[in-house]
């Protein structure tokens, strides 16, 4: 179907569809929206301004609006505001487009103002469709009510304009009734013989006979009639139509007819439905004659009615179809078994360019491509079994010879006894369907392939900004704990491993939040103990602690509670939690952290600061990415620091360990309160081993010390394109009593390895000529070389494939010197 316009009034055709308004500055997807929703039911008005939708809106009545949040002059929320403030346009459903990914805040305030549904593009044609029905449906049933309650209103008012006429004819009626009594008693004394003789010459006939007097009132029905009414003769006898239940302008009518053939002594003929006892109702035609006196008067009026019930239904049907095959969008036609057209309707006409005259009679091969000829001896066989064919899809040929993509159902004609005379087919246009299919098509690999080059850029951004911090960090945290240097100096190195840490911590932040949002966040759960957790993410900020002189009260009630989950992801929560409690607690204030066991197999973790507080806008919106506190507002927005994702990220962090987090606080200067419910499994023991982490980095005890490496001159193999890198990591291990051979290219490695035997490989992933993976696939099958993968690439999908490959542990840049100590021990 085409879409309607603006200018002029409504056809008759497009009068009769429910309107719906599409709204978007882009023609592409405007006929994107079209060719979805294309319907003979629906008129679809389609514009590009906000202006020209409220114009359609004053012109026309629709059932939905399909809104694009983008707009040129005037964005889709502020329309929205626009439509809603209009009494005659607030009702209508409205349904939001949008591109781009919004935060629920954006969603929020497009309910706000009115929206029924917020969809994504690509949009899915069967959601659509679906929601768009739901509000056709519900504006047609709106419509059919408000014409229901005007029909009802006029009715009643006729009923009572009736009712009152009745009223008076009936006392009119039963004054002279009065004064004719007493002769028509007389005048039935003579006339019962007859008319029990006339009683059982026209019960035994199946019509319906029955007699009225000259005012309408029924003195007569045969006995099928009065089984059909479940009454007796008496109980009729000088009844009016109405007094037998007849609606009142069924019996105002029949009256009327009465009383016109007394006046002309003429027969009239009609038609009208009867509802017997039961209820049901059935059509019948009906003739009413006058029944004359010897003097040529009019003496009564008698009747016959003729059940018509089954031609009815049959002739209403057949025009229903008729109207509907004729009036169709679709083509459809007909053909015989030899394949001849002979029938032909406006959609036939309007799709393929032949007018009946033309087609009518003519092989129907003449719409086929001369390629797809052969399609039709097949599908006369198929049809001549008694065979139907649906939603075939080819290609035919209009008058033009323009071609045209189809979808073809064939069902075959039979007769009265059941053998197949012909075929019907119903055509329908798809070309701009395939087209919209091939279009989204297109678009769904388009959106894949940018999503797969926006992790592979974020991927790669993580690697490019880790690895110049990794020389750094493993310098500064080497010294920040070298014994032989003063105090004050190895207390600038541990300030500046503290913010290179901070630095990474930001990184791994943005990539996970990217992880969050696309669904791709994993847990590598196992049954860990929760308060070895909470001590290792304490140990993380006990330099703080002791720089700004920090109580820190611990009661651990819940003693030994075993929960599955993923360790390091729990302490990246745990110390995202204390990190806050720390930044907002003031110097010489008070941190306490207390665990239950809850009822419902549940532990409550509590972190309580005597920090800056909360306020109760900032508990709203303290777990949303990239929220910060009403202190980012005021005269100094980076006293604190960070970029609002810690608490967003340990919020999915622990709905994906299926527990929740909350915040609660007394206000500004009163310090904030988290609570962390987590479900557990038992009072037990956790599994006695370290689980790596993203960051390569097992657990340790609280202030614990990696152990001292008990095996040196070890040989080992350093492979590192990143000379700073290279460098450090070089020195580092010499000092630690290991003999280093250092290559910056996988050609390189593979010359030493060739020259010297090595005990241990540490390998970049990433190198000019190759990649780490490969190298220790090599070293570990010829040599059963143990390896630490060295990378500024961390995903999920870069530590499974470096232990596929060979390596004991996965050890993401920036690293601490600590890490690479624990992992060394791990492996010797």
């Known amino acids: ?416 006894e059941g053998r197949v005379i012909g075929a019907s087919k119903i055509v329908r246009d798809i070309t701009r369907q395939n087209q919209a299919k091939r279009e989204l098509e297109h678009a769904h690999v388009q959106a894949v392939a940018a999503a797969r080059a926006k992790d592979d850029f974020l991927a790669a951004l993580s690697h490019e900004l880790r690895t110049p911090l990794n020389p750094v960090l493993l310098i500064a945290s080497a010294a920040a704990e070298d014994p032989q240097l003063p105090a004050g100096v190895r207390a600038q190195f541990a300030n500046i491993r503290t913010n290179v840490e901070l630095e990474a911590r930001l990184i791994d932040d943005l990539l996970d939040l990217t992880r969050v949002t696309h669904g791709k966040l994993s847990l590598a759960t196992d049954c860990v103990e929760v308060h070895a957790i909470l001590q290792a993410a304490i140990a993380t900020v006990r330099p703080e602690l002791g720089q700004k002189g920090i109580c820190l009260n611990l009661n651990f009630a819940a003693q030994e509670l075993v929960l599955k989950g993923d360790a390091v992801r729990l302490q990246q929560v745990f110390w995202n939690v204390l990190k806050n409690a720390v930044k907002f607690t003031p110097d010489n204030g008070t941190i306490a952290i207390e665990t239950v066991a809850a009822p419902g197999g549940k532990m409550t973790i509590r972190i309580i600061d005597s920090g800056i507080g909360l306020t109760a806008q900032e508990i709203d919106r303290i777990f949303d990415a990239f929220s910060q506190g009403d202190h980012a507002n005021s005269g100094s927005p980076h006293r604190f620091g960070g970029i609002g994702l810690g608490l967003s990220i340990s919020k999915k962090l622990v709905e994906l360990h299926g527990g929740t987090i909350s915040a609660t606080s007394a206000g500004r200067g009163k310090g904030a309160t988290f609570v962390i419910e987590l479900p557990h499994l038992q009072t037990g023991k956790a599994h006695d081993k370290s689980i790596p982490g993203e960051r390569g980095e097992p657990l340790a005890e609280s202030g614990s010390r990696p152990k001292r490496i008990q095996q040196r001159g070890m040989s080992i193999l350093l492979v590192e394109d990143h000379e700073p890198t290279r460098t450090a990591l070089a020195h580092l291990l010499s000092r630690r009593d290991f003999k280093v051979q250092a290559a910056a290219t996988l050609g390189e490695a593979r010359g030493l390895v060739r020259r010297e035997h090595f005990d241990l490989l540490i390998s970049d992933l990433g190198l000019p000529d190759g990649d780490g993976y490969t190298l220790m696939a090599e070293l570990h099958d010829a040599f059963g070389l143990k390896g630490i993968a060295l990378s500024g690439y961390g995903m999920e999908q870069d530590l499974a494939r470096s232990q596929k490959a060979g390596f004991s542990t996965h050890l993401v840049k920036p690293v601490r010197v600590e890490a690479l100590e624990r992992a060394l021990s791990d492996l010797i």
């Open 1 to 416: 179907m085409t879409s309607a316009n603006l200018s002029g009034g409504l056809s008759a055709v497009d009068a009769g569809r429910v309107g719906i308004l599409l709204v978007d500055d882009e023609v592409r997807n405007l006929d994107v929206l079209e060719s979805i929703l294309a319907s003979p039911d629906y008129r679809l008005i389609r514009v590009q301004t906000a202006q020209a939708a409220l114009m359609a809106l004053i012109d026309g009545e629709f059932a939905a609006i399909v809104l694009d949040i983008q707009m040129p002059d005037t964005n889709g929320i502020e329309l929205a505001h626009l439509i809603k403030q209009r009494k005659r346009t607030q009702h209508i459903p409205i349904i939001f487009l949008t591109a781009y990914f919004q935060q629920d805040k954006d969603i929020l305030q497009g309910y706000e103002v009115g929206a029924v549904d917020y969809l994504t593009k690509p949009v899915d044609p069967k959601i659509l469709k679906s929601k768009i029905a739901v509000f056709v449906e519900l504006f047609q049933k709106n419509r059919e009510l408000a014409a229901l309650n005007r029909a009802m209103e006029s009715e009643i008012a006729q009923r009572e304009k009736a009712e009152q006429s009745l009223r008076q004819a009936n006392n009119e009626l039963e004054a002279r009734v009065q004064e004719r009594i007493a002769a028509h008693a007389e005048l039935l004394k003579q006339k019962e013989a007859q008319r029990r003789m006339y009683d059982a010459t026209l019960s035994s006939i199946t019509d319906l006979a029955y007699t009225f007097d000259l005012e309408g009132n029924w003195i007569y029905a045969n006995k099928p009639l009065l089984k059909i009414w479940a009454k007796t003769l008496p109980e009729i006898t000088g009844k009016s139509s109405l007094e037998l239940g007849y609606p009142v302008e069924l019996a105002a009518r029949l009256k009327a007819q009465v009383l016109e053939v007394v006046q002309t002594g003429k027969p009239v003929r009609g038609e009208t439905y009867f509802k017997d006892a039961a209820g049901i109702e059935d059509y019948h035609e009906y003739i009413f004659s006058p029944v004359l006196a010897a003097d040529g008067s009019v003496a009564a009026v008698c009747g016959t009615t003729r059940l018509t019930t089954e031609r009815k239904r049959a002739e209403e049907a057949a025009r229903r179809l008729a109207a509907i095959v004729e009036f169709s969008d679709d083509a459809i036609l007909s053909k015989d078994l030899n394949g001849r057209i002979t029938s032909w309707n406006r959609g036939a006409e309007r799709l393929f360019g032949y007018k009946p005259e033309e087609a009518i009679g003519q092989p129907v091969t003449m719409l086929m491509p001369p390629e797809l000829r052969s399609e039709e001896p097949n599908i006369l066989e198929r049809i001549r079994a008694g065979e139907s064919i649906e939603y075939y899809e080819t290609v035919r040929q209009r008058k033009d010879g323009s071609r045209i993509e189809i979808s073809l159902t064939v069902s075959p004609i039979k007769d009265h």
